[in-house]
């Protein structure tokens, strides 16, 4: 099996994940509302709601953007991906435009994977798979912001609930199940078209470096979820602390001017979405050297992690010896310490650095297409 087909299979255990994520999610609300935990189907469907949300609204902004980009549509048709202006509207004023990315992904990615070239030269082929790359890329920046804002906030939230309240219902794990695989997923999804779309980077390789990246990541969710989890228990308070958190990434994105957008108001939106991803992992706003920055935000990260069973044990006495707690604070810990081993190791030993350029070879971002120069001006590694 080739590396095309296989990426072919993987996108549909994409689609797959974001549509369990969200059916689980729904079908949680409402049982939620039939048990009259009115207050839990709200913040469920309310992130549902945000989530589904603003990436329609990027995604409409993205497809408005490839309408007037000459090298996606030079002949500037008035149809993109067989779809007009009116039926863009449509599609994403209810919630489809992520489905209908898919739609066109695997279907012109299965005439190129699985049906022959019919003679095409190489160019021909070389501009199709540059098209389904530009493709896929959009596709697995939606899912990033998706990601952070439904699926961790909605993990946080159901670990609350079972935790704090002992309501335990094979549904619930459903959804943190789902939660927690399509937050790995995205993650890696991303950061593999990240690498490929930046010309002097090498391509992230499967195998190890892949799985200690997503290890390193997903440990370091886990536990800051999880120390969340024990602050909100502690006291509902921790919410205000949690958006007081979400405002300074915000502002921090925005005082590094960022370029994300083609619009101001777009932009606005990116930097508070970039203020929800800060909230639970880091990652580089604007391709500058992070070292100082990472280390204070794990040095940070460290002292949550540490605070939060800390104030548990000493705040509330007598779950000092609950099993609950021990196990929670003791999951905390190893993933913080399995997390922060597997960044080092990641970033020193596997981290694949910049490919030598040739002398007189010259960035043109007026050559690029406006979906390469988006995720060149994202999450910059």
Not at 1 to 14: C, D, E, F, V
Not at 189 to 212: K, N
Not at 260 to 279: D, H, K, N, P, Q
Request: charge should be neutral; aromatic fraction near 14%.
């Amino acid at each position: 099996m080739t590396k095309t087909s296989m990426r072919w299979l993987l996108t549909i255990a994409g689609v797959f994940l974001y549509v369990g994520d969200i059916w689980t999610d729904i079908v949680l609300a409402v049982k939620y509302f039939q048990e009259d935990q009115y207050v839990w189907t709200g913040f469920t469907v309310m992130f549902i709601l945000i989530g589904l949300l603003v990436t329609q609204i990027f995604s409409y902004a993205w497809y408005w953007d490839d309408l007037n980009d000459p090298l996606l549509n030079p002949e500037g048709k008035k149809e993109i991906s067989d779809m007009s202006k009116p039926g863009l509207v449509v599609l994403h004023a209810f919630g489809f435009g992520i489905f209908t990315r898919y739609y066109h992904l695997l279907k012109e990615g299965f005439q190129v994977v699985w049906m022959k070239s019919n003679g095409d030269g190489v160019d021909k082929l070389r501009e199709v798979h540059k098209k389904l790359f530009c493709v896929a890329t959009d596709l697995s920046m939606l899912k990033l912001f998706e990601t952070f804002l439904e699926s961790a906030p909605q993990l946080l939230l159901q670990l609350y609930i079972l935790l704090g309240h002992n309501e335990v219902s094979v549904m619930q794990c459903l959804s943190v199940a789902f939660s927690f695989c399509n937050i790995a997923w995205s993650l890696v999804d991303y950061r593999r078209c990240l690498r490929r779309s930046l010309p002097y980077i090498r391509e992230m390789p499967s195998g190890l470096p892949t799985a200690i990246y997503l290890l390193y990541k997903i440990f370091t969710i886990t536990s800051l979820i999880l120390s969340y989890s024990l602050l909100l228990i502690l006291s509902i308070y921790t919410t205000v602390a949690l958006t007081v958190l979400w405002l300074l990434a915000t502002i921090w994105t925005h005082l590094l001017e960022t370029k994300f957008c083609s619009s101001r108001s777009l932009e606005f939106l990116y930097r508070a979405v970039a203020g929800v991803i800060l909230t639970f992992t880091f990652f580089n706003v604007k391709g500058q050297d992070t070292k100082v920055v990472m280390t204070t935000y794990y040095i940070f990260y460290t002292v949550i992690n540490i605070m939060s069973p800390s104030l548990m044990a000493l705040l509330k006495p007598e779950l000092q010896t609950s099993t609950l707690l021990l196990t929670i604070s003791g999951l905390i810990c190893g993933c913080s310490v399995l997390g922060l081993v597997c960044l080092i190791l990641y970033y020193v030993h596997l981290h694949l650095r910049r490919v030598q350029r040739e002398e007189d070879e010259v960035d043109d971002p007026g050559k690029e297409t406006k979906s390469l120069a988006r995720i060149k001006n994202f999450l910059k590694p």
